[in-house]
């Protein structure tokens, strides 16, 4: 059994208001210093180890990640 990390952050160019009412609340709360937040999400699967990446990248595109609007990183992790 293997354990990938799936990792789904909104492109760059994308806004994302969960970040941004982040930001915003940091300082209220008398954390200073951060510049920006984006908020994405992150998915853990356990596997066969005969899964290939190919098949972990087509889950994670077709499935896990809208990419239109999010990009996607997919990795290994031991356990």
């Known amino acids: 059994?293997?354990?990938v990390v799936v990792d789904?952050?909104?492109?760059?160019?994308i806004l994302d208001p969960q970040g941004q009412a982040?930001?915003?609340a940091l300082?209220?709360?008398?954390?200073?210093g951060?510049?920006?937040?984006?908020?994405?999400?992150?998915?853990?699967l356990e596997v066969d180890?005969?899964?290939d990446d190919e098949t972990l990248a087509k889950i994670a595109e077709?499935?896990?990640a809208n990419p239109v609007?999010?990009?996607?990183?997919?990795?290994r992790v031991e356990q």
């Open 62 to 64: 077709g499935f896990l």
């Open 34 to 44: 951060v510049t920006e937040v984006r908020q994405g999400k992150r998915f853990e």
């Open 8 to 13: 789904i952050m909104p492109k760059p160019e």
């Open 22 to 24: 982040v930001a915003g």
């Open 49 to 51: 180890d005969e899964v």
């Open 69 to 75: 609007i999010e990009d996607w990183t997919v990795r």
């Open 1 to 3: 059994m293997a354990r």
């Open 27 to 32: 300082p209220r709360l008398g954390f200073t």
